[in-house]
């Protein structure tokens, strides 16, 4: 079983950036591929962001090139690193263990003037 806990949400205005963490426990972490997702209000959680256990990364259309995914192995810990915020990414964020299907309790993003 793995737990995953992540932090560094906020409200921060347009333009502005944050950077999520997602701490894991419990098992395996390195060979792990790990994922962030979101969830705006009334819509459904879409995929974010893909790192792989050799590190390569992936990304949906409209975050690429503003947001970064990486992780730390010896912290078991994987990075969002969200730059030039904008309204749209407000989401509840949530960390995802692809390999073991685990899901953290999500954080809240709220991008807003």
């Known amino acids: 079983q793995v737990q995953l806990v992540e932090s560094g949400g906020g409200l921060v205005q347009p333009g502005g950036s944050l950077r999520l963490s997602c701490a894991a426990s419990?098992?395996?972490?390195?060979?792990?591929?790990m994922e962030w997702y979101r969830q705006a209000p009334g819509k459904q959680r879409e995929w974010v962001a893909r790192?792989?256990?050799?590190?390569?990364?992936y990304y949906l259309n409209s975050v690429k090139g503003r947001f970064t995914i990486s992780r730390d192995n010896a912290k078991r810990t994987v990075y969002l690193q969200m730059n030039r915020l904008v309204p749209e990414d407000t989401a509840v964020y949530y960390c995802h263990d692809a390999t073991t299907v685990s899901w953290g309790q999500g954080t809240q993003v709220t991008v807003s003037s």
């Open positions: 419990g098992s395996a972490f390195a060979a792990n591929a």
């Open positions: 790192i792989t256990s050799g590190g390569t990364t």
